[in-house]
């Protein structure tokens, strides 16, 4: 009897990537801010990473489970274990703001301005 021969993929230990999301446990595929989150995460702490002071208490002392079903019930908890798993406000892209405007709300605002006054100028 001939013993199976072992190639060198048969030996090596396979590396498992995780793929769920380090604050609630959603799927995720991707680094955002420092950690391995899912879109939702990401966008919360894109939102409420800067505004940490503007957060509610939470009501039952920071002892909230996040998972895909209450991870909207507590942003307290929620934005403590963004921070807890890596996630860092410096890598928020910051913008400003007040030298950018959006083209599509210029020209609304023109288009609006103009059928204004066609109707003035109607009546």
């Known amino acids: 009897m001939s013993t199976p ?21 959603d ?12 879109l939702s995460c ?18 039952f002392d920071g002892h909230c489970a996040m998972t895909v079903v209450t991870r909207k019930l507590c942003t307290a ?10 996630m860092s406000p410096e890598l928020i892209r910051k913008e400003d703001l007040s030298n950018r405007k959006r083209k599509t709300s210029k020209s609304c605002s ?3 301005l103009q059928c204004q006054t066609l109707m003035v100028s109607t009546n």
């Not at 190639?7 to 604050?23: G, H, L, M, W």
């Not at 799927?27 to 899912?38: D, R």
């Open 5 to 25: 021969v072992s190639t060198a993929a048969d030996t090596e230990p396979k590396i498992k990537t995780s793929s769920t999301c380090q604050v609630c446990e």
């Open 27 to 38: 799927h995720a595929s991707i680094n955002n801010y420092g950690a391995l989150t899912c």
């Open 42 to 59: 990401r966008t919360f702490f894109r939102r409420n990473g800067f505004n940490n002071k503007k957060i509610a208490v939470c009501q």
């Open 77 to 86: 908890c929620r934005l403590n274990k963004c921070l807890a798993v890596g």
């Open 110 to 112: 023109q288009e609006r």
